[in-house]
């Protein structure tokens, strides 16, 4: 699967190695799943739920975003996005 933090770690080796060891289509349905269960879904809550460090589902919010599944509401919590459906399905892969 592509790589969609590329242009922001620049080639990188541990993140070029991290991004063939991730299980992004599982990843992305629970952050999915999330963000339509939570009432104010935000990325560090987000990350907190499902036992992760934030940098390890940015990516997935990322992808999201980019196929127009969610979108900010303008809210922060924590300094962190509040996320909410946007509208399009969503596509494991």
Not at 8 to 18: E, K, M, P, V, Y
Not at 64 to 82: A, F, N, P, Y
Request: charge should be positive.
């Amino acid at each position: 699967m592509k790589d969609i933090c590329k242009n922001r770690h620049r080639g990188n080796l541990q993140s070029i190695i991290a991004n063939t060891k991730v299980d992004k289509i599982k990843d992305r349905l629970k952050v999915y799943e999330l963000i339509v269960s939570l009432k104010k879904p935000y990325s560090k809550y987000i990350a907190r739920m499902m036992g992760k460090q934030l940098n390890c589902i940015s990516g997935r919010l990322s992808e999201l975003k980019r196929d127009e599944i969610i979108e900010v509401t303008g809210e922060t919590i924590e300094g962190c996005s509040v996320y909410q459906l946007k509208g399009k399905q969503l596509r494991l892969f």
